[in-house]
């Protein structure tokens, strides 16, 4: 199954686990903090999640190898941690997070760059479950093994690292959206992380990813319509057709851009997984400050 929408609304979700009589709809819980707010996701997810849910924690699937965070895991170490967590190839994945849109966007990437096609990000998050009174729990879920295991297979064209962003700005043969706040893009505030430079990639558009959301009348957080993303989009200069690298701090929010490129009916183009933690750090990238 390949869902028609990549977002789900909660009475949407809530219906799908209703009719749910083979266990193949998988909820996750893809809460992350950044490491500023000094807030624990695992934990919060024990205190209160969606019944049924499972913890996703981006850190620890995660390529071990790099000292950079969260950066993209193997083929077979994300086929292996899923397998864990009871997801197999023919599941229905709906992923969500604590704030409304945040962390669940780099976690539903995550699944269709590995292959799994059948995923979709709960609108609102657990804001918009509490809403509707959605049914919670404490504690941690487990899931059986599953009789499908998952194969992860990645797609290298939807990802990209700092030498292909440095030859796209060399050639101008992207447009780079950059998630991060504007002050941040401007080098007006230090980078929350220590030792990076502060500014912006050349030639680089700023796009907060907040700009891309809205709270509805009981301040939610959702993304904006389809409509008024593609209107966004072409301020940047994205339309039809143009090649897109979408970029933030550490490659958890390039995906919001990456989600509403999608929803918007546009190409999605490639995510810097780096992002700015690689590119910041780096002593041979340009730095427009």
């Known amino acids: 199954m390949n869902p028609a929408s990549p977002l789900i609304t909660a009475v949407e979700l809530a219906a799908l686990i209703s009719a749910d009589n083979d266990d193949s709809v998988v909820v996750i819980d893809a809460s992350w903090h950044l490491p500023t707010v000094k807030r624990n996701a695992y934990e919060e997810y024990l205190q209160a999640h969606i019944k049924g849910a499972v913890f996703f924690d981006i850190d620890a699937i995660a390529d071990k190898q790099t000292d950079l965070p969260h950066m993209l895991p193997s083929e077979t170490e994300f086929s292996f941690a899923m397998n864990q967590l009871g997801i197999g190839t023919g599941d229905h994945v709906v992923v969500y997070d604590s704030y409304g849109l ?3 966007a780099r976690v539903w990437w995550m699944f269709k760059i590995f292959g799994h096609h059948n995923v979709q990000l709960l609108d609102g998050g657990l804001p918009g479950w509490a809403l509707i009174n959605g049914a919670m729990d404490t504690g941690e879920v487990k899931r059986s093994a599953t009789n499908q295991p998952f194969s992860a297979t990645l797609n290298q064209d ?31 505030v230090p980078e929350p992380r220590q030792g990076l430079r502060s500014g912006h990639m050349p030639g680089a558009v700023s796009l907060p990813f907040t700009e891309l959301l809205v709270a ?3 301040d939610v957080m959702r993304l904006r319509p389809a409509t008024e993303l593609s209107q966004i989009f072409k301020r940047t200069g ?9 970029t933030c701090g550490s490659g958890v929010t390039a995906a919001v851009i990456t989600l509403a490129l999608n929803v918007a009916g546009l190409a999605s ?21």
């Not at 994205?238 to 979408?246: A, C, F, K, L, Q």
């Open 102 to 104: 945040f962390s669940a």
């Open 269 to 289: 183009g490639r995510l810097y997984d780096g992002s700015w933690t690689e590119w910041g750090g780096l002593e041979q990238t340009p730095v427009v400050s």
């Open 216 to 218: 509805d009348e009981h």
């Open 238 to 246: 994205v339309v039809e057709g143009t090649d897109v690298i979408t």
């Open 158 to 188: 939807q990802v990209c690292d700092w030498k292909m962003v440095l030859s796209a700005i060399e050639t101008h043969s992207a447009c780079i959206l950059d998630a991060r706040p504007k002050a941040r893009f401007d080098a007006a």
